[in-house]
């Protein structure tokens, strides 16, 4: 089946890293988010905005040594609001020749975020994210190819 990067974004709350596991049991994957860095090694959780961009690194660098180290199957478990955010991993799942899915999570499910991100932070995420439904050479030229 090769190698798959899997990028699961949405709002604090959405359920990412609840579905990040399930993925992970049925599919023998290893998921790498940022929660890890403000996990200790008792499993609590202490977000420190802070040392934010010291997460994104670490995840980013574990990600690549994953890939390095020719992981089959990784999840990526983070927000992904704006798309900068996402282009490191599209960059390196090029780079190392893995098959890269996007997956949006909506709170369906009236989630709570447990990451102390109030109702008008949300909103103001909600309306940083971009949906790309079209493969890139449709996004290219916005038109179809012969094939289309």
Known sequence: MGRNLILLRGLPGTGKSSFANLLSEISDSRIYSLDEYFTNSSGEYKFNFKENHLAYKNCENNVK???????????V????ALFWELEPYLSLGKEFGYRTYVCTLENRHNGENIHGITDEQLVKMAKGFQIELLPERLR?????DEHG
């Open 65 to 75: 040594s994953a890939m390095q180290s020719e992981i089959p199957n990784i999840i």
């Open 77 to 80: 478990d983070q927000t992904f």
């Open 140 to 144: 290219r030229n916005g038109t179809t």
